[in-house]
């Protein structure tokens, strides 16, 4: 009898503090709309500007391949091929909400 009076009193001495407020930090979360986007080129000779037209939505960061083994993660940039041809380019526009766009485009420099 003496270890069922031992446990009651442990189980409310335990129960007392499970009452108090719990002092925890607010947390924010972050708000984005999808990234939405076209690519847009300029091109002068073996240079060619890309950027982004009718961007909507919300866009931290952006990683362009310009098919010839070079990237960049400036949104607008101009990049100069090595020798003429025609080159597939793409943009990945991402944001801190996990959003992804893929974007797809072809150009072709000339001398």
């Known amino acids: ?5 031992r446990l009651l009193l ?29 690519i847009s080129t300029s091109s002068n000779l073996l240079t060619v500007q890309f950027s982004l ?19 960049s993660t400036v949104f607008t940039i101009n990049h100069t091929y090595a020798r003429p041809g025609t080159y597939a380019v793409t943009a990945r526009i991402t944001n801190i909400c996990g ?6 485009a072809t150009v072709t420099v000339v001398r």
């Open 1 to 5: 009898m003496k270890h069922g009076v």
């Open 10 to 38: 442990l189980l409310v001495a335990v129960g007392l503090n499970a009452c108090e407020p719990w002092n925890l930090e607010p947390r924010t979360f972050p708000k984005c709309d999808a990234p939405s986007a076209r």
């Open 53 to 71: 037209t009718n961007l909507t939505g919300t866009a931290d960061a952006i990683l362009w391949d310009f098919g010839d083994g070079s990237t």
């Open 99 to 104: 959003d992804e766009l893929r974007l797809g």
